[in-house]
Nanobody
Framework: QVQLVESGGGSVQAGGSVRLSCAASGRTFTFATMGWFRQAPGKEREFVAF????????YYTDSVKGRFTVTRDYGKNSVYLEMNNLKPEDTAVYYC?????????????????WGQGTQVTVSS
């Protein structure tokens, strides 16, 4: 059974930074894509970024490019999302997810495993 546990959310003022962590357990993902998504109240879950477990190639949605950075740590079986220059519109519950296949998807439906989410609130 795969488990993903996010941590690191909280409240921050606009322009501030937050680092989210996602620890994976229960399975080794050789070719997985590790994704970060977010969901604001009343909105659909949206793609934020992903990183390939092997090779570490990354991809970001346009609204976070240059502000967010996704990384991974093999030894800790973890993925991180460093968020800088945060804006009020970044306020959401952030989720990490795993697509265990070879895809490079930005669609939530393509990800099989999800964490419980962590709240990030950015005040102006």
């Amino acid at each position: 059974q795969v488990q993903l546990v996010e941590s690191g959310g909280g409240s921050v003022q606009a322009g501030g930074s937050v680092r989210l962590s996602c620890a994976a357990s229960g399975r080794t993902f050789t070719f997985a894509t590790m994704g970060w998504f977010r969901q604001a109240p009343g909105k659909e879950r949206e793609f934020v970024a992903f990183i390939k477990w092997r090779g570490s190639s990354t991809y970001y949605t346009d609204s976070v490019k240059g502000r967010f950075t996704v990384t991974r740590d093999y030894g800790k079986n973890s993925v991180y999302l460093e968020m800088n220059n945060l804006k009020p519109e970044d306020t959401a519950v952030y989720y990490c997810a795993v697509d265990p296949g070879l895809g490079s998807s930005v669609h939530p439906a393509d990800y099989d495993y999800w964490g419980q989410g962590t709240q990030v609130t950015v005040s102006s």
